[in-house]
């Protein structure tokens, strides 16, 4: 289980993207919320996840709201993973000092996602796949932009309920 959990403050951090780019949580949350996915290349659930949140990001994301991806492995492999699952949102690299970011937020599976208000509060924490926590996700955005809720799941796919990290 993660220590920070709904309710709780999010610790600051910054690191670098794929293309050098500095990103710090504080910055970000000046411009709007934050949407942080931990993630691991090798673990199928993140598999499974991350294209649901580039649905969320293509969506909801811009306007003041960051989606970033955070990966536990190297640059190269977070690159070749992005282009297979068809991730196009930031990804942050946190495997070049053993994790400090993932270790501040005493995580211990992945996927963990969280929803992070621009005053640093955590509104959802979410680990492993949720489908009720990733639709929460969509609709306190959909209500922040002021635009229409849109379904996250189209009606053909088969998705469980839930799938642990």
Excluded: W
């Excluded at 993660?2 to 403050?9: F, K, L, R, S």
């Excluded at 993207?17 to 673990?43: M, T």
């Amino acid at each position: 289980m993660t220590h920070i959990v709904a309710g709780n403050m999010a610790p600051g951090f910054s690191l670098k993207s794929l293309d050098g780019k500095e990103y710090s949580l504080n910055d970000l949350l000046q411009r709007g919320p934050v949407v942080a996915a931990f993630f691991k290349i090798s673990c199928p659930v993140c598999q499974f996840t991350l294209p649901f949140l580039e649905r969320l990001y293509k969506r909801y994301g811009g306007n003041g709201v960051t989606f970033l991806g955070i990966s536990q492995d190297d640059a190269r492999d977070t690159r070749d993973f992005a282009k297979e699952f068809g991730v196009t949102f930031p990804m942050l690299i946190d495997d070049e000092d053993g994790y400090i970011v993932s270790n501040t937020y005493a995580l211990t599976s992945v996927p963990t996602i969280f929803l992070i208000d621009t005053g640093g509060t955590v509104k959802v924490s979410s680990m492993g796949f949720d489908k009720k926590d990733l639709e929460t996700i969509a609709a306190e955005l959909a209500q922040r932009r002021k635009i229409a809720l849109a379904p996250l799941f189209r009606p053909d796919e088969v998705v469980p309920i839930n799938k642990p990290g």
